[in-house]
T-cell receptor, first 112, second 112 residues
Framework: NAGVTQTPKFRVLKTGQSMTLLCAQD?????MYWYRQDPGMGLRLIHY???????AKGEVPDGYNVSRLKKQNFLLGLESAAPSQTSVYFC???????????FGPGTRLTVL | DQQVKQNSPSLSVQEGRISILNCDYT??????FLWYKKYPAEGPTFLIS?????DKNEDGRFTVFLNKSAKHLSLHIVPSQPGDSAVYFC???????????FGTGTRLTVIP
């Protein structure tokens, strides 16, 4: 089992460019999450999904969109990247909201 | 406003001694608490959790203590090993919500 994988691992964007981060899990988990980690801020929830076809806003959703077309995949989109979105992005999945979350290795995004 | 706080950014401990990592929270609605461990260039991995109906949970070398009146929890690692060197995140949640609120992390260094 690969667990939770994230693509790409690193990316550099210019302000205004768009990109999509892909998260995939092979544990048949219902719940999936996108977090960002910034220095001195811990991990903050961007968006999450409680099942295929569903998405919901987390703590810091502005500037991001998500889609969960397949149960195993959760995509995070940046339509017009801004320097404030420079961060490390983590995807996670779990079998239920109280259960432990399994995290991917992260994507380091730099927006110039 | 940070609802989960880890006020010690770093901690150094000799191998074989006890490591104590602390976490404070402000939201009295939190009823489930987790500790995650993170190595560089990897995602966080679940370590141990505790429900608010308990005041202690133990798993091998790891014990989490919860003091609800003080809104404080701590993670004890005994004995500490060099492989425990990592960043430790405290997280908290409310039953019925999908957010995990993370602290800013404490970097533990275990000195051989």
């Amino acid at each position: 089992n690969a667990g939770v994988t994230q693509t790409p691992k690193f990316r550099v964007l210019k302000t205004g460019q768009s990109m999509t981060l892909l998260c995939a899990q092979d544990m048949n988990h219902e719940y999936m999450y996108w977090y960002r980690q910034d220095p001195g801020m811990g991990l903050r929830l961007i968006h999450y999904s409680v099942g295929e076809g569903t998405t919901a806003k987390g703590e810091v959703p502005d500037g991001y969109n998500v889609s969960r077309l397949k149960k195993q995949n959760f995509l995070l989109g940046l339509e017009s990247a801004a320097p404030s979105q420079t961060s490390v992005y983590f995807c996670a999945s779990s079998s239920g909201y109280r259960n432990e979350q399994f995290f991917g290795p992260g994507t380091r995004l730099t927006v110039l | 406003d940070q609802q989960v706080k880890q006020n010690s950014p770093s901690l150094s401990v000799q191998e074989g001694r006890i490591s104590i990592l602390n976490c404070d929270y402000t939201n009295s609605m939190f009823d489930y608490f987790l500790w995650y461990k993170k190595y560089p260039a990897e995602g966080p991995t679940f370590l141990i959790s505790i429900s608010s109906i308990k005041d202690k949970n133990e798993d091998g070398r790891f014990t989490v203590f919860l003091n609800k009146s003080a809104k404080h929890l701590s993670l004890h690692i005994v004995p500490s090993q060099p492989g425990d060197s990592a960043v430790y995140f405290c997280a908290a949640s409310v039953t019925g919500a999908n957010n995990l609120f993370f602290g800013t992390g404490t970097r533990l260094t275990v000195i051989p």
